[in-house]
């Protein structure tokens, strides 16, 4: 133990830069976003560590403020900024809603069939009309495979 401690001693830098590529490497392999903002605060402590001159207790405040302070920061300002108005990219359904749509087979009883985006997909009238095919309609709804059209 006491060259763990006599290394540190020597090199504050490394030790804190070590403790950051841990954080990191465990946030790439889990992916959950918590961790990336502890690896750069010790990243940080260790550039302070270098660049000042610092013990042991003023580098774990240091780390511990920088630590809350950015996952507090990024959670309230970063999440908002990096979600987009649009729907899930990764749901392809999603992102149908409000296209125009063309009836490609009549609608009976309120069901039919339009052609959208390339595909064609069983639909349902909002309001159970009956439109023609050939005729323009917009998709407001996704149930599944079914869309709604308007």
Known sequence: MTGLIDFYIAHPFWLWLSAAAVFLAIEVG???GWLLWPAASAAAVGVAALLLPTNLPVEIALFAVLTIASTYLARRFLRPALAGPDPDLNDPTLRLLGRPA???SAFENGRGRVFVDGKEWAAESEDESA???GTRVSVVGVHGAVLTVR
């Open 102 to 104: 063309e009836v490609v």
């Open 131 to 133: 439109p023609a095919t």
């Open 30 to 32: 889990t992916g959950t």
